[in-house]
Nanobody, 116 residues
Framework: QVQLVESGGGLVQPGGSLRLSCAAS????????LTWYRQAPGKERESVAH????????NYADSVKGRFTISRDNTKNTMYLQMNSLRPEDTAVYYC?????????WGQGTQVTVSS
C-alpha cells in the first residue's frame, strides 16, 4: 500500500521557519523524482521545489529561491522542505508528489499559515 505522509505544517510568524517532511512507503522511493507543490485559497496548485533521484539536481520556483531548500533521504524514504524567511504569501496547503514518469503519487497535504 502506497503512502505519503506529510508533517511539519502549522502557524508561523512572518520571517519564521518551518520544515515539512513527507514519509513514503509502499514503493521504491529512490526511483522517483520528488516535488513539493502548494495551493493557496482561490489559486491553482503550483510547483515549489523539485529534486532528482540522487538529490544532486534541484530547482525552485522564483518566489521561493534562496528561502526554501528541498532535500531527500533515500535511506529513510523521506523528503523535506526547509522553509525560511516565510512570508504571508507562502500561506497554502503544501503537497508532496513523487513520480517515476509512469506512476505519480500525492500526499494528503499539510497547511502552512504565515501570519502575525
Amino acid at each position: 500500500q502506497v503512502q505519503l505522509v506529510e508533517s511539519g505544517g502549522g502557524l508561523v510568524q512572518p520571517g519564521g521557519s518551518l520544515r515539512l517532511s513527507c514519509a513514503a512507503s509502499g514503493f521504491i522511493f529512490r526511483e522517483y523524482v520528488l516535488t513539493w507543490y502548494r495551493q493557496a485559497p482561490g489559486k491553482e496548485r503550483e510547483s515549489v521545489a523539485h529534486i532528482g533521484w540522487s538529490g544532486d539536481a534541484t530547482n525552485y520556483a522564483d518566489s521561493v529561491k534562496g528561502r526554501f531548500t528541498i532535500s531527500r533521504d533515500n535511506t529513510k524514504n523521506t523528503m523535506y522542505l526547509q522553509m525560511n524567511s516565510l512570508r504571508p504569501e507562502d500561506t497554502a496547503v503544501y503537497y508532496c508528489q513523487v513520480t517515476n514518469g509512469a506512476t505519480t503519487y500525492w500526499g494528503q497535504g499539510t497547511q502552512v499559515t504565515v501570519s502575525s
